[in-house]
């Protein structure tokens, strides 16, 4: 069983920036980070592979958020830049323990963290 530990939500005004962490108990084979908006579907935002360091993005925030990863601190980061209000959401780190070729599907994702709120006003 593998725990996730998130950090580094909260609030901001529109084009500010904040950077989630999530610290892993255990080893997986990647990590990736969803969101989700009241009254809305559990979205990707963004993954990464442990292997390799190479990384998948939502379209929408593409050029504007960097995932990245510590192997020694089995650490992820979501770095995010330029926030808009859609951004606004409950954030998620996730991860998984077998190989997957789409890490953008929620399907490849077996540990779930508890979430952290991220506010972008106007």
């Known amino acids: 069983q593998v725990q996730l530990v998130e950090s580094g939500g909260g609030s901001v005004q529109a084009g500010g920036s904040l950077r989630l962490s999530c610290a892993a108990s255990g080893s997986t084979f990647h990590m990736g980070w969803f969101r989700q908006a009241p009254g809305m579907e559990r979205e990707f935002v963004a993954g990464?592979?442990?292997?390799?360091?190479?990384?998948h993005y939502l379209d929408s925030v593409k050029g504007r958020f960097t995932i990245s990863r510590n192997n020694a601190k089995n650490t992820v980061y979501l770095q995010m830049n330029s926030l808009q209000p859609e951004d606004t959401a409950v954030y998620y780190c996730?991860?998984?323990?077998?190989?997957?070729?789409?890490?953008?599907?929620?399907?490849?994702?077996?540990?779930w963290g508890q979430g952290t709120q991220v506010t972008v006003s106007s």
């Open positions: 990464i592979r442990w292997s390799d360091g190479s990384t």
């Open positions: 996730a991860a998984g323990s077998r190989f997957a070729f789409m890490i953008y599907d929620k399907r490849a994702y077996n540990y």
